[in-house]
């Protein structure tokens, strides 16, 4: 119909070249109104209700979207950390109070560890122990002892990838994930004393699709570097 009105404009209206010049037939436009008012006014109903149209699809894409955001908050985790007063293991524990953990596991860069570690079961637990020395040797190499002084390494992060499988609301899902794991090295000013390594947690840094090599991957994002996880 707005084509229609258009092409009526266009063959009628438009200005009308004579050898006096251009002159406007305003009359017959009037003339014109009048005789299809009626048609005028559903072309520009027409014309609201698809702008409307188009508005309302517009908010219903949005709303779907929003509903599709939040159901995928509703089932996806972020874990988090809490590190026991021994300072060897952490407590993993989700942020999403629907998820329960029911099995996973923690790959680390090679030159921390070459195994995969389970978070164990019931506590739900990843234990530090032979990481920390690796951690210690690592500050050590990259942190040297200097007389008198004492070397304070803070905020320093190693790449971890966490692998889990959860419920929630009786279904299984699996999760794998990159973070980094939170620590402070003091190298002291004893040259013979090991290095202290403090774990402040761990950190959430991306999802991760299926990945053939991960601790191939972690070693290539890490570098050499305590301080630096590399995107």
């Not at 680390?108 to 122990?129: A, C, G, M, R």
């Not at 279904?171 to 202290?196: H, K, M, N, Q, V």
């Not at 402040?200 to 840094?205: A, M, V």
């Amino acid at each position: 119909m707005l084509f229609s009105f258009l092409n009526i404009l266009a063959n009628n209206f438009l200005p009308v070249i004579g050898a006096s010049g251009n002159y406007y037939s305003m009359s017959k436009f009037l003339d014109y109104v009048k005789k299809n008012s009626l048609s005028i006014i559903g072309i520009f109903i027409s014309i609201i209700a698809l702008i409307i149209s188009i508005f309302s699809y517009s908010q219903s894409e949005r709303s779907v979207s929003i509903q599709e955001k939040q159901y995928l908050g509703s089932i996806s985790t972020i874990w988090k950390a809490r590190v026991d007063n021994d300072d060897i293991s952490m407590e993993i524990i989700s942020t999403n109070p629907n998820v329960h953990l029911q099995v996973a596991s923690v790959i680390f860069p090679s030159e921390i560890s070459e195994h995969e570690w389970p978070i164990e079961s019931p506590e739900f637990k990843l234990h530090l122990t032979s990481q920390k020395v690796s951690v210690a040797d690592l500050v050590s190499s990259v942190v040297p002892y200097k007389k008198d002084f004492i070397t304070k390494l803070d905020d320093a992060k190693i790449p971890i990838i966490i692998w889990s499988r959860y419920v929630v609301n009786s279904e299984l899902y699996e999760d794998l994930a990159l973070y980094s794991l939170d620590y402070e090295g003091i190298t002291w000013s004893d040259e013979y004393r090991t290095p202290s390594v403090k774990f402040n947690g761990i950190s959430f840094q991306a999802r991760l699709t299926e990945v053939d090599n991960k601790r191939k991957l972690l070693d290539s994002m890490w570098g050499r570097k305590p301080s630096k996880l590399l995107p």
